[in-house]
Nanobody
Framework: VQLQASGGGLVQAGGSLRLSCAAS????????MGWFRQAPGKEREFVAS????????LYADSVKGRFTISRDNAKNTVYLQMNSLKPEDTAVYYC?????????????WGQGTLVTVSS
């Protein structure tokens, strides 16, 4: 599975962005998908995960209520809708695929897309 993330950019605090992650391969619908992020000088951290069917979703506490993860298996794409963005959301965002129920130890990683939130 190859993953291509896009949609990052510069946004003011309080604004919104939608990230997309397009996957190659016909087995996309069998993978749990997720988003991670890495801020400058910090370790990569979990953001959100969605099961293959979309029936199970998990969020980090820091984004709960502001971010929404979704997927379209017909388009081999997973999304991350980010609302009410804060400067502390600034990071490179990575999508990931996992053979498990939800993403925990990803089998595949995308290349990352930079999100910058200005105050």
């Amino acid at each position: 599975v190859q993953l291509q993330a896009s949609g990052g950019g510069l946004v003011q605090a309080g604004g919104s962005l939608r990230l997309s992650c397009a996957a190659s391969g016909r087995t996309f619908s069998t993978y749990a998908m997720g988003w991670f992020r890495q801020a400058p000088g910090k370790e990569r951290e979990f953001v959100a995960s969605i099961s293959w069917s979309g029936g199970s979703i998990l969020y980090a506490d820091s984004v709960k209520g502001r971010f929404t993860i979704s997927r379209d298996n017909a388009k081999n794409t997973v999304y991350l809708q980010m609302n009410s963005l804060k400067p502390e959301d600034t990071a490179v965002y990575y999508c990931a695929a996992d053979r498990g129920i939800l993403v925990s130890d990803p089998d595949y990683w995308g290349q990352g897309t930079l999100v910058t939130v200005s105050s």
